[in-house]
């Protein structure tokens, strides 16, 4: 079973600069009830997102009629606490394909990986820059390139003056997990190819 | 040429289980022990069959419902329609699978971390993991233990491995004698404490030192528990004659002659005098008191003694997080930590929900009464320890005391079934985590041992447990 091919993504950003979001505000214990993958993305930071009364919190970045795009930007250590999948889920059902934060809890890093969910992770200073950015003009764009494992952070403006006013940032990836991505491969499918000697390493051990 | 250094506990059974190194990749680890509930596995197997595949290795993976059941009238039917339809999946998969169910009602049923280690499942040198980032507990039978997402749960369903990088090693010793009413749970949330809720990211833990040693199987289960709030992978703590001693006559343990045999290969378990590790951090039993959390994160703890910290006193780059949390606690920065006024009282779950945390709770509340205004529950880990409570007495002295006596599940710790803390209301907690609404919409937690808990319910205030010994 391939899974969808991962391309570069241009994009405006949503900003959420708090530290240490854990996967209990990203989606609630309490709608992980389903069996399936989907619609986890209508719950998605629920209870940071609608008040009591089910009613949208305006002052929430995702309530925000000025902040929209695909790429999430969250402050440190994003992605803490269960290793509940449904996280990764919930953020890539809402239309999100890639979390820009300076830390990422492990667990979760690896669950995005696992649902072409592109963590990048980039210094403290290029986080705040972006979150700098964006708080000055929402529609700053981000630009990841996988391919080359580069973020770019362009100013509003006309095209030539964003590009002579763009930062970038290289960020690291797994060589596998990136090539996984790129071309759509799955790890179950990886593994499925070596039961042969899956089987022989458990005759060894006996 | 450079000599080779020794290897660490974690390398030698790490190494003795990868089947495979991708080049620039993971490793293909081969995993012994892989246990499921039905909140993260139901996606998983609807993934196998989607690949018209079976279970690899069923004999492997062993089931039980604990997240998302109800903790009263168990042998009636759950009435949350979608609880109940998650729970009969996981029943469904598993008999079409042919892997073994203890479902609700059985013996052997409850929390996943709790039975691995009653029934004797967990064992020294394994390779365990499940669904559940709280797997990190069977690390104290010095295992490599930790938990995984679903798709991974769908690796080890379909093969019987996962893709895993390898991480880094970390060991911290705590040295010396913990005073009296201070126990396993506080020296991990001083551990926390000190070194934050991403201070373990990347590695796995190794605990060492004579605290360490001196704890019993239940605490050192305690402190690899919350290894995992840290931001480690997992905790590890070599196996002993303590730990020989709890595993001796459990039901899946091996017995006899294949006994000896085991703990002899289960002794060579431990790190090498020259293993390298990427970080070492020491600490010292006289420093720690009874633990508390005030904030919203399991980091944020303090001694029950101090107070809560002002602004000025945290990291300068999270002090927006930190006026958030304390906004949300409704705790004021800079006032003391004890004295306030308690509304719930929640002793369980994997942390701390194991016959020894019930038996030192009771020996507490013995010929005492809880708070008026205290709602307590106390929610074992499991049937074995429920049964157990009982037929020690455990139970009627906390029922004489207030405490409501629930049925085993997760419970209160992550609120998906009934057993939610209401709006508003400050609950003080034997589980492992604080964050926003973990145990009901609204909900506050402190954390802190069982016996500080106990003296909670009783004083109905955040009470040091140490005055009323
Ligand atoms: S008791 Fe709490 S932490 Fe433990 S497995 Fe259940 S929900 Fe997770």
């Given at each position: 079973?391939?899974t969808?091919?991962?391309?570069?993504?241009?994009?405006?950003?949503?900003?959420?600069p708090?530290?240490?979001?854990?996967?209990?505000?990203?989606?609630?214990?309490?709608?992980?009830?389903?069996?399936?993958?989907?619609g986890?993305?209508?719950?998605?930071?629920?209870?940071?997102?609608?008040?009591?009364?089910?009613?949208?919190?305006?002052d929430?970045?995702?309530?925000?009629?000025?902040?929209?795009?695909?790429?999430?930007?969250?402050?440190?250590?994003f992605?803490?606490?269960?290793?509940?999948?449904?996280?990764?889920?919930?953020?890539?059902?809402y239309?999100?394909?890639?979390?820009?934060?300076?830390?990422?809890?492990?667990?979760?890093?690896?669950?995005?990986?696992?649902?072409?969910?592109?963590?990048?992770q980039?210094?403290?200073?290029?986080?705040?820059?972006?979150?700098?950015?964006?708080?000055k003009d929402?529609s700053?764009?981000?630009?990841?390139?996988?391919?080359?494992?580069?973020i770019?952070?362009?100013?509003?403006?006309?095209?030539?003056l964003?590009?002579?006013?763009?930062?970038?940032?290289?960020?690291d990836?797994?060589?596998?997990?990136?090539?996984?991505?790129?071309?759509?491969?799955d790890?179950?499918?990886?593994?499925?190819?070596?039961?042969?000697?899956?089987?022989?390493?458990?005759?060894?051990?006996? | 040429?450079?000599?080779?250094?020794?290897?660490?506990?974690?390398?030698k059974?790490?190494?003795a289980?990868?089947?495979?190194?991708?080049?620039?990749?993971?490793?293909?680890?081969?995993?012994?022990?892989?246990?499921?509930?039905?909140?993260?596995?139901?996606?998983?197997?609807?993934?196998?069959?989607?690949?018209?595949?079976?279970?690899f290795?069923?004999?492997?993976?062993?089931?039980?419902?604990?997240?998302?059941?109800?903790?009263?009238?168990?042998?009636?039917?759950?009435?949350?329609?979608?609880?109940?339809?998650q729970?009969?999946?996981?029943?469904?998969?598993?008999?079409k699978?042919?892997?073994?169910?203890?479902?609700?009602?059985?013996?052997?049923?409850?929390?996943?971390?709790?039975i691995?280690?009653?029934?004797?499942i967990?064992?020294?040198g394994?390779?365990?993991?499940?669904?559940?980032?709280?797997?990190?507990?069977?690390?104290?039978?010095?295992?490599?233990?930790?938990?995984?997402?679903?798709?991974?749960?769908?690796?080890?369903?379909?093969?019987?491995?996962?893709?895993?990088?390898?991480?880094?090693?970390?060991?911290?010793?705590?040295?010396?004698?913990l005073?009296?009413?201070?126990?396993?749970?506080?020296?991990?949330?001083?551990?926390?404490?000190?070194?934050?809720?991403?201070?373990?990211?990347?590695?796995?833990?190794?605990y060492?030192g004579?605290?360490?040693?001196?704890?019993?199987?239940?605490?050192?289960?305690?402190v690899?528990?919350?290894?995992?709030?840290?931001?480690?992978?997992?905790?590890?703590?070599?196996?002993?004659e303590?730990?020989?001693?709890?595993?001796?006559?459990?039901?899946?343990?091996?017995?006899?002659?294949e006994?000896?045999?085991?703990?002899k290969?289960?002794?060579?378990?431990?790190?090498?005098?020259?293993?390298?590790?990427?970080q070492?951090?020491?600490?010292?039993?006289?420093?720690?008191?009874?633990?508390?959390?005030?904030?919203?994160?399991?980091?944020?703890?303090?001694?029950?003694t101090?107070?809560?910290?002002?602004?000025?006193?945290?990291?300068?780059?999270?002090?927006?997080?930190?006026?958030?949390?304390?906004?949300?606690m409704?705790?004021?920065?800079?006032?003391?930590?004890?004295?306030?006024?308690?509304?719930?009282?929640?002793?369980?779950?994997?942390?701390?929900?194991?016959?020894?945390?019930?038996?030192?709770?009771?020996?507490?509340?013995?010929?005492?009464?809880?708070?008026?205004h205290?709602?307590?529950?106390?929610?074992?880990?499991?049937?074995?320890?429920?049964?157990?409570?009982?037929?020690?007495?455990?139970a009627?002295?906390?029922?004489?005391?207030?405490?409501?006596?629930?049925?085993?599940?997760?419970?209160?710790?992550?609120?998906?079934?009934?057993?939610?803390?209401?709006?508003?209301?400050?609950a003080?907690?034997?589980?492992?985590?604080?964050?926003?609404?973990?145990?009901?919409?609204?909900?506050?937690?402190?954390?802190?041992?069982?016996?500080?808990?106990?003296?909670?319910?009783?004083?109905?205030?955040?009470?040091?447990p140490?005055?009323?010994?």
């Open positions: 079973m391939s969808k091919k991962f391309h570069t993504i241009e994009s405006t950003a949503v900003p959420l708090i530290e240490n979001v854990d996967t209990d505000q990203i989606i609630p214990a309490r709608f992980l009830k389903a069996t399936t993958r989907d986890f993305g209508e719950n998605l930071f629920r209870d940071w997102r609608f008040d009591k009364n089910d009613q949208p919190k305006t929430f970045a995702l309530n925000s009629s000025v902040y929209s795009g695909t790429i999430l930007i969250g402050g440190k250590n992605g803490s606490g269960s290793s509940r999948e449904h996280a990764a889920w919930a953020i890539h059902d239309g999100f394909k890639v979390v820009v934060s300076s830390f990422f809890a492990d667990i979760f890093k690896n669950n995005a990986l696992n649902n072409g969910l592109l963590p990048v980039v210094s403290e200073d290029f986080l705040s820059r972006i979150f700098q950015a964006i708080e929402a700053s764009m981000l630009k990841v390139d996988l391919k080359n494992q580069q770019t952070l362009s100013a509003s403006g006309e095209p030539s964003r590009a002579r006013r763009s930062q970038s940032e290289r960020f990836i797994n060589p596998y997990k990136k090539e996984c991505l790129l071309n759509g491969y790890d179950i499918d990886f593994l499925l190819s070596i039961k042969e000697t899956i089987a022989q390493f458990e005759q060894a051990r006996t | 040429m450079k000599e080779l250094a020794g290897k660490t506990l974690f390398d059974i790490w190494d289980h990868v089947v495979e190194e991708i080049k620039g990749g993971p490793s293909v680890l081969y995993i012994d022990k892989h246990l499921i509930h039905e909140v993260t596995s139901p996606q998983a197997f609807a993934g196998i069959d989607k690949r018209g595949i079976s279970v290795r069923p004999q492997h993976t062993i089931a039980t419902p604990d997240h998302n059941i109800p903790t009263v009238d168990q042998h009636l039917t759950i009435q949350d329609e979608l609880s109940r339809f729970v009969d999946k996981l029943t469904e998969n598993c008999e699978h042919g892997v073994t169910l203890y479902g609700l009602n059985h013996p052997y049923q409850g929390i996943v971390h709790v691995g280690p009653e029934l004797g967990t064992q020294p394994m390779t365990m993991v499940c669904g559940d980032s709280h797997t990190s507990t069977h690390g104290a039978f010095g295992s490599v233990a930790f938990g995984i997402g679903t798709s991974e749960v769908e690796m080890v369903l379909a093969t019987q491995c996962i893709l895993q990088p390898k991480p880094g090693k970390m060991r911290i010793t705590v040295d010396g004698e005073p009296k009413g201070v126990t396993a749970k506080d020296v991990i949330l001083y551990i926390i404490s000190k070194i934050s809720t991403s201070g373990g990211t990347g590695y796995f833990i190794e060492a004579s605290v360490i040693r001196s704890l019993s199987m239940e605490g050192r289960m305690t690899c528990n919350m290894s995992i709030e840290s931001g480690a992978r997992g905790g590890i703590i070599a196996p002993d303590t730990t020989f001693d709890y595993i001796k006559e459990k039901e899946f343990a091996p017995k006899g002659e006994f000896d045999r085991a703990v290969s289960w002794k060579v378990l431990k790190s090498d005098e020259d293993a390298v590790f990427d070492e951090l020491h600490f010292d039993a006289a420093d720690i008191e009874p633990m508390i959390t005030y904030g919203t994160n399991p980091g944020m703890g303090a001694k029950i101090g107070h809560i910290p002002f602004v000025e006193e945290t990291e300068a780059g999270n002090r927006e997080s930190y006026k958030k949390s304390l906004a949300y409704d705790f004021e920065a800079g006032t003391p930590i004890a004295g306030r006024k308690v509304d719930y009282v929640f002793v369980g779950s994997c942390t701390n929900g194991r016959i020894e945390d019930l038996r030192e709770v009771a020996t507490f509340i013995k010929g005492r009464q809880k708070a008026d205290v709602t307590a529950w106390i929610v074992p880990g499991s049937k074995q320890v429920e049964k157990q409570a009982i037929k020690e007495g455990i009627d002295v906390l029922e004489k005391a207030g405490f409501q006596l629930r049925q085993p599940g997760c419970s209160a710790c992550l609120a998906m079934n009934d057993d939610k803390v209401p709006e508003g209301k400050l003080v907690s034997t589980s492992n985590r604080n964050f926003e609404g973990r145990q009901g919409p609204g909900s506050r937690t402190m954390l802190a041992s069982p016996i500080t808990a106990a003296a909670a319910a009783v004083t109905g205030t955040v009470t040091d140490r005055s009323m010994l």
